[in-house]
């Protein structure tokens, strides 16, 4: 069973910066996607960046030109800089990863960190 524990999240004022980091650890399936999702009050949780085993990345466009998402292979880790934070940003934010065991695809989350950006 793999295992993603998020860290870094917390409270910042708007136009400031958060880096959340993910690491993955258990891995019984070969990761190809990892990246983040966030999740506000009362909505569907949503893809805000995801980065591929061949290093391409995708991101919401509320977050294009202000997130970057990185990740590191050998250490099994995947991070996101967040900068020029909006109040809109406020929410919880889960990792994510999926990848296949054998012809079977596997997702697993993460357990949510909060992100609070005041106004």
């Known amino acids: 069973q793999v295992q993603l524990v998020e860290s870094g999240g917390g409270l910042v004022q708007a136009g400031g910066s958060l880096s959340l980091s993910c690491a993955a650890s258990?891995?019984?399936?070969?990761?190809?996607?990892i990246g983040w999702y966030r999740q506000h009050p009362g909505k569907e949780r949503d893809m805000v960046a995801i980065?591929?085993?061949?290093?391409?990345?995708n991101y919401a466009d509320s977050v294009k030109g202000r997130f970057t998402i990185s990740r590191d292979n050998a250490k099994n880790t995947v991070s996101l800089q967040m900068n020029n934070l909006r109040p809109e940003d406020t929410a919880v934010y889960y990792c994510?990863?999926?990848?296949?065991?054998?012809?079977?695809?596997?997702?697993?989350w993460g357990q949510g960190t909060q992100v609070t950006v005041s106004s």
């Open positions: 994510y990863a999926s990848g296949l065991r054998g012809a079977i695809r596997q997702i697993a």
């Open positions: 258990g891995i019984t399936f070969s990761i190809n996607d």
């Open positions: 980065i591929s085993g061949d290093g391409s990345t």
